[in-house]
Nanobody, 115 residues
Framework: QVQLVESGGGLVQPGGSLRLSCAASGFTFNAYGMTWYRQAPGKERELVAGISRLDVTKYADSVKGRFTISRDNAKNTVYLQMNSLKPEDTAVYYC?????????WGQGTQVTVSS
């Protein structure tokens, strides 16, 4: 069955960096795009970044120039490098299978940006 396991979240000061990882299993990883979403308290889940199976990328305007999505097909893993973090980046971050939102989600990893 499809499994997505996120890791790498934590508490970081404004201006700091984190790298999230999402380890995938149960499907042919290199045949799918992958995306990162986030959900802050009281807000809807929103797209953060996506990477297609051909390494085309997309980003929310709010993270362009600060976040970078990448994938390692040999490790069945997608990454989200987050730099210059802001308090408004605080959220639970989820990975999702597909270039378009699907029903396959990980459990999420908490990112808190605070001094």
């Amino acid at each position: 069955q499809v499994q997505l396991v996120e890791s790498g979240g934590g508490l970081v000061q404004p201006g700091g960096s984190l790298r999230l990882s999402c380890a995938a299993s149960g499907f042919t990883f290199n045949a799918y795009g992958m995306t990162w979403y986030r959900q802050a308290p009281g807000k809807e889940r929103e797209l953060v970044a996506g990477i297609s199976r051909l390494d085309v990328t997309k980003y929310a305007d709010s993270v362009k120039g600060r976040f970078t999505i990448s994938r390692d097909n040999a490790k069945n893993t997608v990454y989200l490098q987050m730099n210059s973090l802001k308090p408004e980046d605080t959220a639970v971050y989820y990975c999702n299978r597909g270039w378009v939102r699907s029903d396959y989600w990980g459990q999420g990893t908490q990112v808190t940006v605070s001094s």
